[in-house]
């Protein structure tokens, strides 16, 4: 299923290329394509990818935005996802104290905050902003269909995990693919 969608949207990519080109397009979709795979199978951003994704991110960064935006982008993209990072720490313990659970210990993984922070250095300053609105909003309305699904099913759980780095993904391909300059 991954090669066949990778074939399409390399495909789709070759008949509309996106503003950077061709093989920039398919260097974002490789990548962001590997973090999606990774994530969902694993549930982690590996930091050989991380390192990797920052390398590929200063540089295609720096080449459309400057070197100035590229870093901002990078730091706002960080301190924002880490301000949501120990927000989830804090109502983890806050529900895990109410409710009398345990082995819960984050809402979030650290490398999502990592990646977020490559996020904003393909993305850029201001372009972090739009990225990480449409990364809630598509992790919203993914996890609000899949409450919906198991409600109706009734297979719903409380508190299971979804992988969140494939929305980090996700809104980082829409607006570097789809968003014409």
């Known amino acids: 299923m991954v090669l066949v ?12 290329p996106p503003p950077s080109g061709f093989w920039a397009a398919m260097l974002v979709v490789a990548y962001f394509g590997l973090v999606i795979v990774i994530d969902f199978e694993h549930r982690l951003v ?21 070197f100035l935006n590229t ?6 993209g960080f301190l924002l996802m880490l301000a949501l990072y120990y927000l989830g720490i804090w109502f983890v313990k806050l529900l895990s104290r109410k409710r009398e659970m345990s082995g819960v210990d984050e809402a979030i993984g ?5 990646l977020s922070g490559i996020m904003g250095l393909f993305l850029g300053w201001p372009g972090i902003i739009a ?13 609000l269909v899949i409450l919906i699904v198991q409600v109706t ?16 993904a996700l809104a980082a391909m ?8």
Do not use: E
């Open 131 to 143: 990225g990480m609105l449409l990364m809630i909003v598509l992790g919203g309305l993914v996890s």
């Open 46 to 66: 590996m930091h050989p990818v991380s390192i990797a994704g920052a390398i590929i991110g200063l540089s295609m960064g720096t080449w459309q935005h400057g």
């Open 71 to 76: 870093i901002l982008g990078c730091i706002a």
């Open 110 to 114: 650290f490398g999502d905050v990592i």
């Open 5 to 16: 969608l990778f074939l399409v949207l390399a495909g789709l990519l070759w008949l509309y």
């Open 153 to 168: 099913r009734h297979t719903y759980k409380a508190y299971s995990a979804i992988p969140y780095a494939p929305f980090i």
């Open 174 to 181: 829409i607006l570097l693919l789809l968003a014409r300059n």
